[in-house]
């Protein structure tokens, strides 16, 4: 019978592991969809500076970042309580 001090730690390691890389493809999506979005709208409604993909891809990266912050924040306070 294994010890379930031995588990628990590589367990967490795990959660951690997979929460982060979670964290990484949710901004990845969240960018590439804003993006997507813009060239779609500029292929739409075509102007001279390719407004709307700068626009909509500056507007999704700060949505994600907005998402990983909020969600370490709360990743810090489940480790703290």
Excluded: H
């Excluded at 390691?13 to 990484?24: A, C, D, M, P």
């Excluded at 001279?48 to 909509?56: F, M, N, R």
């Excluded at 507007?59 to 370490?72: G, H």
């Amino acid at each position: 019978m294994k010890d379930k001090k031995n588990q628990s730690p590589r367990r967490n390691q795990l959660k951690t592991w997979v929460r982060f890389s979670n964290i990484g493809l949710q901004m990845a999506i969240v960018i590439a969809a804003g993006t997507y979005l813009g060239v779609w709208l500029d292929e739409k409604y075509p102007n001279q500076y390719s407004a709307y993909t700068v626009v909509c891809s500056l507007f999704a990266v700060f949505a994600s970042l907005y998402n990983v912050f909020r969600q370490l924040k709360n990743i810090n306070k489940k480790n703290n309580s």
